[in-house]
């Protein structure tokens, strides 16, 4: 069977467009480049994601209104079918939704929030909460380390989150569809996360890389013979 997906569905239309997700990709790349147990940067990255999380969402409110920023779609609980679920929106740029979760009406849309639409605003204010997430996340566990020895195996799944995200796509396609390929049970949800933290917390146990992260290091060695 031929995939319709092409390169512009690929990069800038399609439900996870490139342009949207390399934003995140790259500011987790910029992360790991930093000392993120030294006060002072977890100082400025703090002030950093609050910015960025008061900013977009502060002016997504003031410039389209409450409900393009807090409204979460049609949906009214967690999907077991892709990101575009019950939600009623995916996140590209074809998918994205007004203030009731439904496509675009108008170019003021893109002015909105809402979640998972890839609107410039829910981008910036997504890596804000995101970095405040990993902040406040690393100061606990600097300052109660037995709190690092309780989530040991949710820090496994960090050091394999390709292969868990990839995991997480196989096991969604072969979760038996209900209705038209959702479901608000929170059951398919939490097997997702349970299943990504035995597994991770296991394999861990007698390899420093995950599957697919050590199928990614092969693939780039070549790299270091290129001058």
């Not at 995939?3 to 390399?22: A, E, K």
């Not at 690092?148 to 390709?162: D, N, Q």
């Not at 390899?207 to 790299?223: D, H, I, Q, V, W």
């Amino acid at each position: 069977m031929i995939s319709t997906v092409g390169v512009l569905d690929l990069l800038l239309t399609g439900l996870y467009p490139t342009i949207t997700w390399m934003a995140f990709v790259i500011a987790g790349m910029a992360l790991a480049r930093l000392d993120l147990s030294a006060p002072a940067v977890q100082l400025r990255l703090a002030a950093l994601g609050a910015a960025l999380t008061a900013g977009a969402y502060g002016l997504a409110m003031l410039l389209s209104g409450t409900s393009a920023v807090f409204s979460f779609g049609g949906g009214g609980g967690p999907s077991s079918g892709s990101g575009a679920g019950s939600m009623g929106s995916g996140s590209g740029a074809g998918s994205m939704g007004s203030g009731s979760g439904g496509p675009v009406q108008s170019a003021s849309d893109l002015l909105g929030a809402v979640s998972h639409t890839g609107t410039t605003f829910d981008t910036i204010g997504c890596l804000g909460v995101a970095i405040l997430v990993i902040v406040g996340a690393t100061v606990a566990m600097d300052r109660l380390p037995r709190l690092r020895r309780l989530v040991k195996p949710v820090i496994a799944v960090g050091t394999m989150s390709l292969t868990a995200y990839v995991g997480h796509f196989l096991a969604q396609s072969a979760w038996p569809a209900s209705g038209a390929g959702t479901t608000k049970s929170w059951v398919p949800v939490l097997m997702y996360i349970l299943g990504a933290i035995v597994f991770a917390a296991i394999w861990s146990r007698f390899f420093r890389r995950g599957p697919l992260e050590y199928l990614l290091n092969a693939a780039t060695k070549p790299a270091k013979y290129i001058r």
